[in-house]
């Protein structure tokens, strides 16, 4: 059952947001993107994600004015490729890595334009889960980062190599130290926030040395879960970056500055824990360096990104037993309440751990956990375990505090999605 | 036997066409020798900023069968003629100051590099 009223809220937060939107600039490197996410994955779970971002930029600002000047416009299509493993219960393993599919540049004065394309930054992330309080539905992670410019340094078209600025990859590594939280508020609400900061190296060409400034990343945000495996989120983002030093003291004036983006999104959980989400990144207000009588600089108009994820609870599938050795086994099964392909893994990965049992299948149609055994297995045991995760079972039901901490695609209770 | 004609004519067409293949856009007559730049001009040393003032910058080499390959670290340089070995060159106002630009020519014998600095100021 959709929660209208939670669509409608939705809708008019993206509107809203929309209708005041302007414009912020492009950079080196992989464009900036984050989605709130502090949980961390359970150990050896493994997730992917996909993720297409699209911007356009055409508008040149001094400070938070728009000016009447334009030297180019930039579009770029980019693709990321994300992999994230479970360590342990807290350490989580990410690597990531990023294509430019097309970067364009129009130079509407001179009727020219330059194309480049081809990877752009690596990245190798660790995250901790510093608190993880499932009953409060809190978390805390902590992440560390460190970019490599893995894409060519010397991109050509028509004849030039592009500048640095232009260079699908960066050409300097970047580390960053990032901070994450998330708390859960009723059954289809929760919170989180996010700030990082990223110290970016020098580039070094045979003539000169850049260093592109810092960048600083704070933002805030709430997910409310309308139903149906779908998810709203809107995310303030807030970005800061600093001037470029040019051969270690020249300051560059009239580079850097200050954007603050509202980012809606809408996300899709199907049965099977595959994730859509769609969401727009639209400055609504930005500060961007200049010197008087300067050009000042391009900003972008907004950015669209389309993600899809899927995680898998675990890489390592228990020993499959053969149908013969099936067969001599004894047979039992209880009813446990779950809606979704996540709750089969769960409900099967937990009866697998319970002592004697060797073979387990809950299905999903008719909510029944078949179990098969050789040796005598507490059934009770096994429903007290089903319930102290969050589903109810034929005789034991799971508190509300479980059954809050389980994920949105996991709610199975009809009156909490009313 | 007409089939085998049809065949053969096809053959001598394609040899034919072939033949008449433009490979390159050299003079024929010109000897390819190791490049050489004769000059590097730029019609100002000195640009202002915002790319209403651009400055068209020229390689003249020597060598044959010549390619021509630009590179400055910041700023915008623009091909103008179709061998680009002339090009234009703006920039915005984050690159004030001296900037190096390089342009290597190159054939099958091997390249050489040339550089002309241009001033970027403010208006």
């Known amino acids: 059952m959709i929660n209208y009223k939670g669509l409608i809220v939705l809708f008019l937060l993206i509107a809203g947001s929309y209708g005041i939107s302007y414009a912020q600039c492009c950079s080196a490197g992989n464009p900036i993107s984050t989605d709130g996410g502090s949980a961390g994955l359970q150990k050896g779970a493994f997730g992917i994600s996909v993720l297409y971002k699209g911007s356009t930029s055409d508008t040149y600002y001094h400070g938070s004015k728009e000016i009447d000047f334009v030297n180019k416009e930039s579009l770029f299509h980019f693709t990321s490729l994300n992999i994230e493993y479970g360590l342990t219960q807290r350490w989580a393993l990410v690597g990531n890595i990023g294509y430019f599919v097309r970067k364009s540049e129009v130079f509407p004065e001179f009727d020219y334009e330059r194309y480049a394309s081809g990877l752009g930054d690596a990245s190798i992330q660790l995250k901790h889960q510093l608190i993880s309080q499932p009953t409060h539905k809190f978390a805390l992670s902590l992440i560390g980062t460190v970019k490599i410019p893995v894409g060519a340094k010397e991109v050509e078209y028509d004849g030039v190599i592009l500048p640095i600025d232009f260079q699908p990859s960066t050409g300097s590594s970047r580390y960053s130290i990032a901070t994450a939280l998330s708390k859960g508020i009723g059954s289809d609400l929760s919170l989180f926030g996010y700030a990082s900061y990223e110290y970016i190296n020098a580039i070094e060409t045979s003539s000169a040395t850049y260093k592109y400034g810092d960048i600083v990343v704070g933002a805030l945000g709430a997910n409310y879960r309308v139903g149906n495996g779908i998810s709203a989120n809107l995310q303030s983002r807030y970005e800061w970056r600093d001037k470029r030093v040019d051969n270690e003291t020249e300051v560059r004036e009239s580079t850097g500055g200050s954007v603050l983006y509202m980012v809606p999104q809408i996300s899709y959980t199907n049965k099977s824990a595959y994730n859509v989400a769609l969401s727009f990144d639209v400055p609504v207000y930005r500060y961007m360096n200049f010197i008087e009588n300067g050009t000042g600089q391009l900003g972008n108009k907004f950015m669209f990104s389309i993600k899809v994820s899927k995680t898998i609870n675990s890489l390592f599938e228990p020993k499959t037993l053969s149908f013969d050795e099936l067969e001599v086994l004894n047979e039992s099964q209880f009813f446990v309440d779950g809606i979704c392909a996540m709750c089969k893994e769960r409900i099967e990965q937990l009866a697998m751990k319970q002592k004697n049992v060797k073979w387990a299948e809950w299905n999903m149609e008719t909510k029944q956990l078949k179990y098969k055994f050789k040796d005598e297995v507490d059934a009770e045991k096994l429903m007290k375990l089903m319930a102290k995760t969050g589903h109810d079972t034929e005789k034991i039901k799971a508190s509300d505090q479980a059954y809050n901490a389980l994920h949105g695609c996991c709610k199975y209770r009809s009156e909490s999605k009313e | ?123």
């Open chain 2, 1 to 123: 036997m007409k089939t085998k004609y049809i065949i053969l004519f096809f053959l001598v067409g394609l040899l034919a066409l072939n033949a008449c293949k433009e490979d390159d856009k050299s003079d024929p007559t010109e000897e390819v020798k190791f490049p050489e730049i004769t000059s590097m001009t730029a019609t100002k040393s000195v640009v202002e900023f915002g790319g209403k003032d651009p400055t068209v910058i020229s390689c003249e080499a020597t060598g044959g069968n010549l390619s021509y390959t630009w590179y400055v670290d910041l700023g915008d340089l623009i091909p103008v003629s179709e061998d680009k070995s002339v090009i234009q060159y703006t920039a915005s106002d984050c690159c004030i100051g001296d900037k190096m630009i390089f342009c290597e020519v190159e054939n099958n014998l091997g390249s050489v590099t040339d550089t002309i600095s241009i001033f970027i100021q403010i208006p």
